[in-house]
């Protein structure tokens, strides 16, 4: 399994275009030990050719652009097979309206995150153009779904939606109760081979079914938004805990750091990181803390085989 990282960052990304906070700033002005990241996407291919894309980035253009693997190999192709929704945060999804070029979409998601792109919102009559435009294929929790490439042949890779505790995206709060189904994290295993990838780049908390999924994997992404619960709060850029938000913060006691002390994963890696994190700072005690626990900070452009 080929993974390539094309976004590491939180909404926003890094620096964020309305942020002066140190890590920002610094960034901006070269003045700390850190490099400037693009929102999440992450591609995913298991014979290197047909991609699957985790995840659409406001980015999502330069970020395609940036690794040849998903260049066209016709006047009109893509390598692209599919891309899988996580959760329908506009960092997550805004992308596939970049997209439209009248090239057919397949779009792996659960009921719930389908229908709050599809049928609550009018940009999306932009991927609604021609008949068939995009192919909504649906997640359930616990049930396995095979990626598929044209005409359904197999691609080899296989996944999983696991619950993952999260919230409604911003732009949905107050429309509808609690809903199920909202925000997941991906098992994601290679038939051939074996080889399993958990992926959690939102994660509030460390449940039972999301501690299987981390356990089982050889290489883990985890969601690493914030370090500290109130790192917003602290940098007075807004009233909201990490946890308000549904992100687990890396560090403290109750942490991420802490919570998967003991994976048996080669590769545990910290997405979807966000610009106010001093994991970002290659010199700062918090990224010495993560490395020292056997974690990576992704960066956009990391590459990992499996
Ligand atoms: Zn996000
Ligand atoms: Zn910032």
New binding site residues.
Partial sequence: MHVRVLGSAAG?G???WN???P???GVRAGAIRATPRTQECVALSADGEHWFLLNASPEIRAQIESFAPLHPRAPRHSPIAAIVLTNGDLDHCLGLLSLRESQPLVVYATETVRRGIAERNVFYRTLQRFEGQVTWRRLECGRETELLLDGGRSSGLSLAAVPAPGKPPVHLEGLEGKVAEENVGLSIREGASGHALAYFSSCGKVTADVRRAVEQAECVFFDGTFWSATELIDLE?GQKRAEDMAHLPIGGAGGSLAALADLRASRRVFIHVN??NPILREDSVEGEAVRAAGWQVAADGMEIVL
Avoid: S
Wanted: hydrophobic share 15%; glycine share 16%; with cysteine.
């Fill in positions: 926003g890094f620096p964020q942020c002066g906070c890590n920002c700033r850029l610009n106010t």
